[in-house]
């Protein structure tokens, strides 16, 4: 599910707002229904109405089933993010490789975000990609919310290849547990070998050591984030976090349970540190490793 607010959100005569105004256009003109009604369309349409230029507000959200997507999406307009695009999970793999949600599952799912949009009348929900014929892949899903050229969705979509054997509704459950969890605003990051395919410090393929072996090193972003982690569990105050993992559940234990229960979804150790987005960056730039945001 993407989500971000509406234009009236917006600082008058911003870009962000004049491509959130081309994207309220463009979403009348795909449903040609009254407002409260829930209207469908493809990816294509979607990416022509934002456009080529970078989004920087949009939150990506992960739902377990129709029940988990109507309740994101409610969260995400109590948030003041009301123009809502809802994407059957399963239209991120390739065709054959995860099986697209079922005529019964789709129909449940259209009828509990049609009660959204009727209970919520002035926000603007779309149904993207609800046929087979429609599934596009992670990484197309993803780049349209990046700058053109961009290589963060083909890295994603190798992560989760590697990490989840390329079971998108498998990382959609995985992420889910996350982003229940975590603060509000806060930004989910991936690193390690799992994004670019090898460890940095020995060169050790991902799962060199047979399958499952290797973690999945998550980073979050946010002071509210890094606020959940006891005041003696930090490297440097206020900028890095000790890892929070199974033999170190102390340092955060309020999200431990999340963490285990992401943990296994994976069916693999995952950690989960606090940053500063620029020391991320820093270390990023420093060590020659890419992360990938999972939210947006």
Known sequence: MVARPSPAQETAGSPLAALLGS????????????????????LEELASAIGPDEVTDAKVTYADGP???????E???????????????????????????????????????????????????????SKPADAPRLAEVLGILR???????????????????????????????LQEAVPHGTRIALRGSVVQ?????????????????????????????????????????AVNTFPLYDEQRWVAPSLDPARSAAQDVAGRPVSIQAMARWFLDLRSGLQGTPYVLLDG
Do not use: K, N, Q
């Not at 994207?23 to 493809?42: F, H, I, M, N, Y």
């Not at 029940?67 to 999406?73: D, P, Q, T």
């Not at 695009?85 to 079922?102: C, I, K, R, Y």
């Not at 700058?147 to 889910?176: I, N, T, Y």
């Open 197 to 237: 395919g090898e460890s940095y410090r020995t060169g050790e393929p991902f799962d060199g050591r047979g399958p499952g072996t290797s973690d999945l090193d998550l980073v979050l972003l946010g002071d509210e984030a890094m606020a959940l982690w006891h005041p003696d569990a930090f490297y440097i105050p």
């Open 67 to 73: 029940e988990g997507v109507e309740a994101a999406i």
């Open 75 to 129: 969260r995400a307009i109590a948030a003041g993010l009301d123009e809502v695009a809802v994407l059957p999970v399963a239209v991120a793999a390739d065709p054959g490789e995860t099986p697209f949600p079922s005529p019964a599952t789709i129909d449940e799912l259209r009828e509990r975000v049609s009660a959204v949009c009727a209970r919520h009348p002035d926000a603007e929900v779309i149904l993207v990609g």
């Open 147 to 177: 700058p053109a050229g961009s290589e963060e969705p083909e890295l994603l979509d190798a992560a989760v290849a590697r990490a989840f054997g390329g079971d998108a509704a498998r990382f959609g459950r995985f992420m889910a547990h």
């Open 23 to 42: 994207l309220r256009e463009e979403v009348a003109r795909v449903r040609r229904v009254p407002p409260g009604t829930l209207a469908s369309g493809t």
